[in-house]
């Protein structure tokens, strides 16, 4: 009997330690962390359906990706992307956009990239 208390007992800590390690690693608190540090970071799923979250000089941003043809191929033709929360964009000038357009460009180089109100305003 008490051998099965501390099989139970041990599969218990076993699960908690790896409940942490899991929550120490997860993306959203790299994402947290970037941002913080006012850091680019890019984190992005395989997955074409699922959106991107990217933070460069303490702004977070999300992006939706679409797919299409391109060049005889399906792959990423279209991103919208926009802030999550406008005020983090203070001080943020236009060549800060046009570097996250070639971040961007690097990883879907086939993409169009449009920006959402208040950037796209800024931009024209």
Known sequence: MIWLLRFVLLIFIVFFVYMGVKLLFQSSRKLE??????????????????????????????????????????DVVSISIWPENTASLKGMVKDDFYYLDQKILEHYPNAEISWKSPVKEFLQ
């Open 33 to 74: 962390s970037a941002r913080k540090h006012k850091r680019f970071l890019l984190i992005d799923h395989d997955d074409v359906r699922r959106n991107f979250q990217l933070t460069y000089k303490g702004a977070v941003f999300a992006g939706e990706k679409y797919m299409g043809t391109a060049n005889n191929t399906f």
